[in-house]
């Protein structure tokens, strides 16, 4: 099918403008396939809709960022939007949570700035309910084509660390066809109810059998590098 014709039959099975789109789960294949690289291949109008959809998905499920092979998409397009930061206690934070505000990203791609990983409870939208501890680069250099509100393009490259950077290396993995709990520590795949009772790492160390790099982090620790 072609992809204009697709995301115009995605975009139809909604009543209603605002309404969100369904975000498919772990076994759909729009989530294993390479997504295309942005080519133009969709009118201006039409991205704006993909788009104003996909924001609204990503903000009603809720999620702090949505890729488009999550609603059956496969192009190489990201929206992500972190509005549950607390600015205020973000030093504090042993993840390096810092507000992140809607991005909407073509073709982005990444690369490490560093050797540090942070290790960390992940959850995917389209793994409802389930979560692992994967390793993420802490610092990452990333580069995409911006779409901004008014639908111009700007080539954009920039530096993030902390929590921003664990977003765009899960959502752009997506673009690649891999999930987070791909990449996770094995045996941490667990029920999101259970973690916090793992919040502090040596816990789920202990409790789940953890081994390899996880293991030798201390009380209170997430990164090693």
Known sequence: MDLSDLVTKTLERRARADEPLRIVQA??????????????QLAPDLLAELVEAMVVTMRDAPGVGL??????????????????????????????????????????AYEADGDRRAFYWEGCLSVDGWQSIVPRHLSVRWSALERADGGTLAEV???????????????????????CHDLGV????????????????????????????????GPGEVELG
């Open 27 to 40: 076994g759909h294949p729009a989530l294993r396939g390479p997504a295309r690289a942005w080519s133009g």
């Open 186 to 217: 094995p045996r941490s795949f667990v029920l999101a109810r259970y973690t916090e009772r793992y919040a502090d790492l040596p816990e789920a160390v202990r409790w789940l059998g953890l081994t390899g790099d996880v293991a030798t982090l």
């Open 67 to 108: 890729a488009a092979p999550q609603v059956g998409i496969p192009l190489q397009l990201v929206v992500l939007e972190d509005r549950y930061a607390d600015p205020d206690t973000a030093e504090d934070d042993v993840l390096r949570r810092t507000p992140l505000a809607l991005r909407t990203l073509l073709n982005p």
């Open 157 to 179: 490259s920039e530096r993030w660390t902390g929590w921003p950077a664990r977003i765009i290396q899960h959502e752009t993995d997506h673009l690649a066809g891999t999930l």
